[in-house]
């Protein structure tokens, strides 16, 4: 019995020691975590690096833009436990400060915000907050995340020829290639017939990528077939365009035909005046004729790239730098699309006429077919 009291009277006593060392331990606040590691951009920062060290309370480092500049980094830790740090950054290679930062702790990484130096001082006017995630750190994603795209008609619905055109640019892809092939068959093969709408309709169902035997991969074959092409490669084609300073020179064209489509499609029901209709019919046969493959508009534009390689993002642009102009398309004068006028009559002659003085097709790589022999 006494050896039995003897020993709880012991682990009473350890019982009571650590619960002392507990409350010394929880009395002493953690230090915030050193700006030292990897960091990688997210949101508008995707493509950024970002390498930090800290040493003492400075804080050395270096960011690398999308573009390939290379910022060294020289600041200063905020004293305390506040988690942040404030500095100048330089070009590679430069002799001064380009520009200023201020760093934030954040949970999974930190915020940067940068900020242009104007006359050597900070231009806060023209900041920009950038995100960076730590390397090796994976966030927890939300069950259902928020949807960029509206909402479009439930599976089941057709959509009117009009409708597709007005919204398929801010559905989800999937619902764009589903709604496509809900289409009758007037309506796509009108579609069709102009080559800019064909190449970003094709560009966005290849993205959406239906499954194999719907009826939307039905109907994406027969684009595809028409165009001799696959997905495969046409969208590597599409993400060098894309590069180009070009591509919304592109994306005003195939609106400008979708807008010619529509006109078409109310004059078809009766819906517009004759003399209109006479109008549309003159601004959408030449397009017609000098009708070109989608692979071969995109190869255009990914060349345009390469022989003009773009500048660094504005926001991150240094004083005195100069941002070169896109080139214009080359060969090809297609007119470009007012802004339609917000009417109920608004139609395709808000735009411009086609102002092309060629007097004969461009020759292409697929030859339009000739009507059958007594059809």
């Not at 439930?154 to 055109?165: L, S």
Request: charge should be neutral.
């Amino acid at each position: 019995m006494r050896r039995l009291a003897a020993r709880r009277a012991a682990l009473a006593a350890k019982l009571a020691a650590a619960v002392v060392l507990f409350g010394l331990l929880t009395m002493v606040r953690a230090p915030a975590a050193e700006f030292t590691g990897g960091y990688d951009g997210i949101g508008d920062a995707a493509g950024m690096e970002l390498t930090l060290q800290q040493v003492g309370t400075r804080v050395v480092g270096r960011l690398t833009t999308p573009g390939g500049s290379v910022y060294a980094i020289n600041g200063e830790r905020a004293g305390g436990d506040t988690g942040e740090a404030q500095g100048a950054l330089r070009l590679s290679g430069g002799t001064s400060d380009a520009a200023f930062f201020h760093i934030e702790e954040r949970p999974l990484g930190l915020q940067f915000l940068f900020i242009p130096s104007s006359g050597g001082q900070p231009d806060m006017a023209s900041s920009r907050e950038f995100s960076f995630l730590k390397r090796g750190v994976r966030p927890a994603v939300p069950a259902k995340p928020e949807s960029r795209f509206l909402p479009a008609p439930p599976p089941g619905a057709r959509a009117d020829i009009t409708v597709f055109i007005d919204q398929f640019r801010r559905w989800d892809p999937r619902d764009t290639a589903r709604l496509y092939a809900s289409l009758d068959d007037r309506s796509r093969g009108l579609i069709l017939l102009y080559d800019h709408a064909t190449a970003e309709l094709m560009w966005r169902i290849c993205e959406a990528a239906p499954s194999e035997g719907s009826r939307e991969a039905v109907r994406l074959a027969e684009m595809l077939e028409r165009q001799q092409t696959d997905c495969a490669t046409y969208l590597p084609l599409v993400e060098a365009a894309r590069e180009s300073g070009v591509f919304p020179e592109f994306l005003r064209r195939a609106q400008f035909q979708f807008e010619i489509v529509r006109a078409t499609a109310l004059c078809d029901r009766g819906e517009t005046p004759t003399a209109k209709c006479a109008d549309v019919s003159a601004l959408g046969a030449p397009l017609i004729l000098r009708w070109r493959r989608a692979v071969s508009i995109m190869a255009d534009m990914a060349r345009t790239a390469a022989a003009h390689p773009r500048d660094e993002p504005a926001q991150i642009a240094t004083e005195g730098t100069e941002t070169a102009a896109p080139e214009p398309v080359p060969v090809r004068r297609v007119p470009l699309p007012a802004p339609r006028a917000q009417s109920d009559d608004a139609s395709v002659l808000d735009f411009e006429p086609d102002i092309s003085t060629r007097t004969s097709p461009a020759q292409h790589p697929m030859r339009l077919p000739l009507p059958r022999p007594g059809g």
